[in-house]
């Protein structure tokens, strides 16, 4: 007797080609029957044999597009009398229970990326082509059922070839709702030229050696020849970023796509797996001995943040220009990066020698991700296109719909409802008044296109960061979560089968339940249970919040603590001495990244940042350069107020031993604070059965856990989320879920 099988399934399986992979199911297995997009969710019915239906449905999760993510939520079977032929796509329904899963956005498909570049293709060398298994989504999607008519691609009316192949059960188009070609779809402009000409306009400016502004999946990219000294130099100076590292566009070349990257750079195997992921993500990759890449590209680093192209306009331009081109955020430092043509030329005009624009609209920003590999493993720093919207489990509901705002710094937001969270891209820096009108854009975004409404927010317990000022004005509850207990709670997300951690909680500063200044803390327990167990000595920052871009106060903080003398590196250090003395506006800190910009500044490779986390960067970069052996400097614990406390004071000697070269020391450095965390765990006791964790900004350095491993020290680090203030609002989430427990 034939059955009829209803199936609801959820995850990601809107805008991923996941209808027409059932529509062709169905009819490979020769059943009848539908399926329909809903809010959220695709519903089934099919009916045939019941053998036939249970390979159906094994194969409906087991043989799934690259992108789709399905979970069967419900399957139910009836007999009939006779099974139906045929097999359907409905029209969507938007129902009233939605289950919301957006797809990010994702690269150039190989499918793709050869017609772009056939002549005999009828889309050859179009900057939109995508299909059911490419293309944006999350920047284009304006809400679900996903159908062309709720996205930005809505006011592009299909012309007949295309049409016919979005209608084609055979055609790799069927039902991809971002379709288009040079005839019916979105073109580029530059000035008063459209489509090729536009295009070639833009290279003959790179060619020249200009700036280019060029809109994109998720915004603007400023773009420049990587090779150009002067441009380059030229670009940071309208950009106002003297020295953080821009990154680099390569062509896709050769038999894996490397052959002009491994022109410039030493691509590990995990690196080039990484660039090559659909997400597309910059990725932090070691430099060639001779550099051929302007000096200017990243200044005193050793790596350049390197990217293959994820759009078919990244594709024509950088093989068209034949060799690398700087790729960085369409905005000046630290703000929003720009995604309409209005406003890229209101706010890049100063920057942009020319605009690269197009008439697709771009509905939410989205910068690109940033990774890099330490050892084997991958570690994200900033999540964005290709990775965000990132959905996350929890491990028991929320008792109502939650938002979390996270930090100060690299903010990311989180929306937790039930047993779910979804993470949203980097929004910035809060300082910037663009970036608050991004939060509460974002805001918004998500809770409509999620349909749901926060209805509390658990943010950072800091009392003057722009967040919380943002929330007072929401008029809705709010809950306060220590900084560096939303580090440890964000890792233990990650891995919630284990119970008890001692982690490493390392990173520039954060408020303490003390109202001290943390971040070089040891932390056991678990999420809404966190006992500080160790911490760096406390020093004190003379000017207070100044030392997080003068790394020359944190190393007078750390000589006038131990009763030395400062180099003269203010004209009014003998003032700032009697302030820091009487304790005026010197906080109290126990920060590890404090401690190495004091070593930046002792060794004189940076005393003033231009941007966030320069110092330490830049120590480790030196410290890499190190080849000679190193000395074993000695590891000092002392126990105070119930506290065990790791002494800095006695590398004091040989942070200042000229005799020693300054990349030696700088390595010793990173040695020592790897054998004080091997150490500690004994010290407290906990030789068995104990995971160590490790998270914060600090922990963005390979170098440290380079050499953590070559200690033997076994550490657990976040894979999914950043290890730098870009996870806190997931841990926030966490520490609000286990408040309720």
Request: charged content about 20%.
């Amino acid at each position: 007797m034939p059955q009829r099988l209803h199936l609801s399934l959820s995850g990601i399986v809107q805008g991923v080609g996941f209808r027409p992979f059932v529509h062709r199911l169905a009819h490979e297995l020769g059943l009848g029957g539908w399926v329909q997009n809903q809010s959220g969710t695709v519903l089934i019915e099919v009916e045939g044999e019941a053998a036939t239906l249970a390979q159906f449905q094994q194969r409906l999760t087991q043989d799934a597009p690259p992108l789709a993510r399905p979970e069967i939520l419900a399957a139910r079977s009836e007999e009939i009398p006779l099974a139906r032929s045929g097999f359907a796509i409905l029209e969507s329904h938007r129902g009233d229970a939605a289950d919301i899963h957006l797809p990010p956005d994702t690269h150039l498909c190989e499918d793709c990326r050869r017609e772009l570049f056939d002549p005999a293709d009828r889309r050859y060398r179009y900057p939109f082509i995508n299909c059911t298994q490419c293309g944006p989504r999350y920047t284009l999607i304006d809400a679900l059922p996903y159908d062309r008519a709720r996205t930005s691609m809505a006011g592009f009316e299909l012309c007949p070839a295309c049409a016919q192949e979005y209608a084609d059960p055979a055609d790799r188009r069927f039902h991809a709702e971002p379709v288009a070609c040079p005839v019916c779809g979105p073109q580029l402009s530059w000035g008063d030229m459209h489509g090729e000409a536009a295009l070639q306009a833009a290279l003959d400016a790179l060619r020249a050696g200009r700036i280019i502004a060029v809109r994109g999946v998720g915004g603007y990219h400023l773009m420049g020849d990587a090779r150009n000294a002067a441009t380059v130099s030229r670009l940071r100076e309208r950009k106002q970023r003297p020295a953080r590292p821009f990154a680099v566009l390569f062509d896709e070349s050769g038999h894996d796509g490397a052959d002009m990257l491994r022109e410039y750079l030493h691509p590990t195997p995990e690196e080039l797996r990484l660039l090559r992921t659909p997400q597309r993500p910059i990725v932090l990759v070691h430099t060639h001995t001779a550099q051929t890449l302007a000096e200017g590209v990243a200044p005193g680093m050793r790596r350049i943040g390197a990217m293959l192209p994820h759009s078919p306009l990244q594709a024509l331009l950088v093989r068209d220009f034949g060799g690398p081109l700087i790729a960085t955020s369409g905005n000046l430092s630290g703000e929003p990066i720009a995604i309409a043509p209005d406003e890229a030329e209101s706010r890049l005009h100063a920057i942009a020698d020319g605009f690269l624009h197009h008439n697709r609209p771009i509905l939410r920003p989205a910068e690109d991700s940033v990774w890099q590999v330490c050892g084997t493993q991958a570690q994200p720093i900033r999540l964005g296109r290709g990775d965000a919207p990132q959905e996350w489990r929890l491990a028991a509901a929320l008792s109502q719909p939650t938002l979390a705002l996270g930090g100060e710094q690299k903010v990311c937001i989180a929306l937790g409802w039930g047993n779910r969270a979804v993470v949203s891209p980097h929004i910035g820096d809060l300082s910037h008044p663009e970036s608050m009108s991004w939060l509460a854009r974002t805001v918004a975004d998500l809770s409509r296109l999620y349909q749901v409404q926060p209805t509390r927010i658990v943010l950072d317990a800091h009392p003057d960061y722009h967040s919380r000022r943002w929330a007072e004005g929401t008029g809705l509850p709010l809950h306060s979560a220590w900084h560096h207990h939303a580090h440890a709670s964000t890792l233990a997300a990650e891995y919630p089968h284990i119970d008890t951690w001692l982690t490493l909680a390392w990173d520039g500063v954060g408020l303490g339940p003390d109202g001290t200044l943390w971040g070089g803390e040891w932390l056991l327990g678990r999420p809404g249970n966190w006992q500080r167990v160790a911490r760096l000595r406390p020093f004190r920052l003379p000017g207070g919040e100044a030392a997080s871009r003068e790394g020359w106060r944190s190393a007078a903080g750390l000589l006038w603590e131990a009763g030395r003398t400062a180099p003269a590196w203010h004209p009014q250090l003998g003032l700032l001495q009697a302030a820091w003395q009487r304790g005026f506006n010197s906080p109290q800190t126990s920060a590890i990244g404090r401690l190495f910009d004091a070593a930046a500044a002792l060794l004189g490779v940076c005393t003033e940042a231009s941007f966030e986390g320069e110092g330490p960067m830049r120590l480790q970069a030196l410290a890499e350069t190190c080849t000679g052996t190193t000395p074993h400097w000695p590891i000092a614990w002392l126990q105070r107020d119930g506290l065990w406390e790791l002494d800095w004071q006695v590398w004091l000697d040989g942070l200042l031993d000229t005799t020693v070269a300054p990349a030696t020391r700088a390595r010793a450095l990173h040695e020592a604070l790897a054998r004080a965390v091997a150490e500690l765990p004994a010290r407290l006791g906990l030789r068995d059965g104990i995971t160590l964790g490790a998270t914060g900004g600090v922990f963005q350095n390979s170098l440290l856990i380079q050499c953590l491993h070559e200690q033997g020290t076994a550490l657990i680090l976040p894979r999914r989320q950043s290890v730098n203030d870009a996870g806190l609002a997931l841990g926030q989430l966490m520490e609000c879920l286990a408040a309720e427990a």
